[in-house]
């Protein structure tokens, strides 16, 4: 096998661990970061449906950000 070869085979073999290692990573970091600071707060569940119309209770506010926060 010609020594070119031999170099491209080391740069696949480095690439395939260093994208699956880099996507695990930065899906950690991100499931911490998200769960610390949430896309959406209960204040924010509150304003949105005030503005279609309702006035939520606290129970049905707590029910939504269970359902969030379980597919987060």
């Known amino acids: 096998m010609p ?5 491209i085979l080391y740069i696949i073999i480095g690439l ?3 994208i699956i290692l880099g996507f695990l ?6 499931k911490k ?7 959406i707060n209960e204040k924010m569940i509150e304003v949105m449906m005030s ?14 950000m269970n359902q969030m926060t379980r597919y987060m």
């Open 33 to 39: 970061y998200l769960k610390k600071n949430p896309p």
């Open 25 to 30: 990573i930065a899906r950690i970091v991100m």
């Open 16 to 18: 395939i661990p260093g």
């Open 51 to 64: 503005g279609m119309g309702r006035k939520p209770s606290q129970k049905q506010v707590k029910q939504i």
């Open 3 to 7: 020594n070119w070869l031999h170099d």
